[in-house]
């Protein structure tokens, strides 16, 4: 079993590293006060930084890799002091001269993961100039076995197909969409991989807007703990889900109990009955 906590975080013009400090303090201290030992915050919540001029003038993306370390100080902290796994939502990496849209697990011993994002959307490729990552990852947690897969990423099932194959049997994906398309088209893929899958999905957004930086002046979002549809679980295949573009955090437990046992007698079991004999298996 374990416990979940999802941010819809609110996006809104700040002045100082210190406030976005402060908000994302306020977002642990309230999952902490739930007992949650997973919080997930959203895709680009560090564009909030973006908001701060520099020297009088408007912020680009490319200032935002300058704010790394304080990222990582902020949220190591953070983890070692609440002892909860911290998923910092994404921040833009520059590594070889080139930006990556990265996914980070802190962990409360102070350990960093990273997960670049593997699949970028024509805006990032267009407009910031973003470099798909290269490698996936899972990682082992006490608790259980997780993957970060960001937004645009859960639209491909052979990438969810893979991190399932390593072990994964949750699921995160922070996200960050700006209307109503891009957010049911990511919300409706979470739920049909944990269908595919028999796995959980945690998924959330931004809400909010910065109406001084580009690209992120309309925000639509909302958080959901989903699971496989079959007996066991809701019917909807939803634990929890927040109010759309309220600012907010959303709890829910995860059965990993329910989940193998699903698995093995479901009323469906979709990742044993694959049909590897006319398409390929991941090896």
Same mark, same amino acid.
């Given at each position: ?134 490698d996936v990852h899972v990682w082992e947690t006490e608790q259980g076995t997780i993957a970060l897969l960001t937004c645009y990423d859960i639209e ?35 739920? !049909?991989?944990?269908?595919? &899958?028999?796995?959980? *999905? /945690? ?5 909010? +807007? @910065? ?28 634990? !929890?889900?927040?109010?759309? &573009?309220?600012?907010? *955090? /959303? ?5 990993? +109990? @329910? ?25």
């Amino acid at each position: 079993m374990l416990r979940v906590c999802a941010v819809q975080y609110h996006l809104h013009t700040i002045t100082s590293f210190e406030q976005f400090a402060e908000q994302v303090t306020h977002y642990v201290k309230t999952a902490q006060e739930f007992d949650a030992q997973f919080v997930l915050f959203p895709e680009f919540i560090t564009t909030q930084l973006l908001s701060i001029p520099i020297n009088g003038k408007q912020a680009t993306i490319h200032d935002l890799p300058a704010y790394k370390e304080q990222y990582y100080e902020l949220f190591t902290t953070l983890a070692k002091q609440t002892n909860m796994y911290l998923i910092g939502g994404t921040h833009v990496i520059a590594q070889n001269n080139k930006l990556y849209n990265v996914a980070h697990l802190f962990t409360p011993d102070g350990t960093i993961h990273t997960q670049a994002k593997l699949h970028i959307t024509p805006t990032e490729v267009n407009e910031w100039g973003i470099s798909p990552g290269e490698d996936v990852h899972v990682w082992e947690t006490e608790q259980g076995t997780i993957a970060l897969l960001t937004c645009y990423d859960i639209e491909f099932p052979e990438i969810v197909r893979i991190v399932r194959a390593k072990g994964a049997d949750v699921i995160f994906c922070p996200s960050c969409t700006d209307d109503r398309h891009g957010f049911y088209r990511v919300r409706y893929c979470c739920h !049909a991989r944990a269908v595919e &899958n028999q796995v959980y *999905v /945690v998924t959330t957004g931004t809400v909010g +807007s @910065l109406p001084t930086v580009d690209f992120m002046r309309a925000n639509f979002g909302q958080a959901a703990i989903i699971t496989p549809n079959d007996i066991p679980f809701p019917p909807r295949g939803i634990l !929890a889900e927040g109010e759309i &573009n309220d600012d907010m *955090v /959303v709890v829910a437990d995860l059965n990993l +109990s @329910l989940l193998y046992n699903v698995r093995e007698k479901g009323s469906v079991t979709t990742w044993r009955d694959r049909r590897i004999d006319l398409y390929p298996d991941w090896k």
